[in-house]
């Protein structure tokens, strides 16, 4: 086994400049950002699958959000690899944002690692909660499998005081319980801009992938093979052209 794979999140395109409450964003530039980062997937990492965490338009919420998220859609078409696309807090309703892209599988599968994602309700304060009819998809994904699983998700599932990470899943300790129970490895997220990788005394991943959309445009590439799992930070070149 030797899944490689590549994670891109948080590009929060927009229309328009927010120097006032988001000055280290540079969302504007979110389809340039995020077609730049797909042609070093496609030719530097050659990934078995790529998963795209969510946030990808900043104004999700308003009547602008549809028409920005269609836009990007050609550049998400260029990923080479089998994929699966996640929305953020920031993107439309999961309903509104599955009429611009393909609803997701229960799970997808890969060089041996089973993928589940999980499109979760949101809690206060940026955080998410995962209910029981969730949590029973690790039980099925389970069934006849005997793979490395992986969580994916858009906020991050860290093991309450593992790091300083201020978001996480108001049921983390249920969640990271099931999930250990039924052989789950690792936890792959988007929403933390920062980025973090953790891995708690049992072995067990919890990455945070960071923000596309700040400078230095970073994305990560993560590789599971023979029971081992590697994060590896790439950041996108001639930041002085794209950084303005």
């Known amino acids: 086994m030797h899944c490689r794979v590549a994670v891109i999140s948080d590009v929060?395109?927009?229309?328009e400049r927010d120097e006032e409450t988001a000055p280290t964003r540079q969302?504007?530039?979110?389809?340039?950002?995020?077609?730049d980062a797909v042609h070093m997937v496609n030719e530097e990492i050659n990934p078995d699958i790529v998963l795209v965490l969510g946030d990808l338009v900043d104004d999700g919420e308003t009547e602008a959000g549809p028409p920005l998220?269609?836009?990007?859609?050609?550049?998400?078409?260029?990923?080479?690899?089998?994929?699966?696309?996640?929305?953020?807090?920031?993107?439309?309703a999961p309903e509104e944002f599955y009429r611009v892209f393909e609803p997701l599988?229960?799970?997808?599968?890969?060089?041996?690692v089973r993928f589940v994602p999980f499109v979760d309700p949101e809690a206060p304060e940026f955080n998410a909660w995962r209910p029981p009819e969730s949590l029973a998809r690790l039980v099925e994904a389970r069934e006849e499998f005997d793979g490395p699983i992986v969580s994916v998700q858009h906020v991050p599932l860290f093991r309450p005081g593992?790091?300083?990470?201020?978001?996480n899943y108001t049921n983390a300790e249920e969640i990271l319980e099931t999930m250990?129970?039924?052989?789950?490895?690792?936890?792959?997220?988007?929403?933390?801009?920062?980025?973090?990788?953790?891995?708690?005394?049992?072995?067990?991943?919890?990455?945070?992938?960071?923000?596309?959309?700040?400078?230095?445009?970073?994305?990560?590439?993560?590789t599971f093979s023979?029971?081992?799992?590697a994060v590896r930070e790439h950041a996108l070149p001639d930041i002085s052209r794209i950084k303005q």
């Open 12 to 15: 929060h395109f927009t229309r």
């Open 162 to 167: 593992a790091c300083d990470c201020p978001y």
């Open 27 to 35: 969302g504007w530039r979110g389809k340039e950002l995020l077609t």
């Open 180 to 222: 250990q129970a039924y052989g789950a490895v690792c936890a792959i997220s988007g929403h933390y801009h920062r980025g973090i990788a953790v891995a708690d005394a049992g072995g067990f991943v919890s990455i945070s992938n960071p923000a596309l959309c700040e400078a230095p445009f970073r994305f990560l590439e993560v």
């Open 105 to 112: 599988p229960e799970w997808m599968d890969a060089d041996g």
């Open 69 to 92: 998220l269609r836009e990007l859609r050609p550049a998400v078409d260029l990923i080479e690899a089998p994929m699966l696309v996640l929305p953020g807090n920031h993107d439309p």
């Open 226 to 229: 023979s029971g081992a799992i």
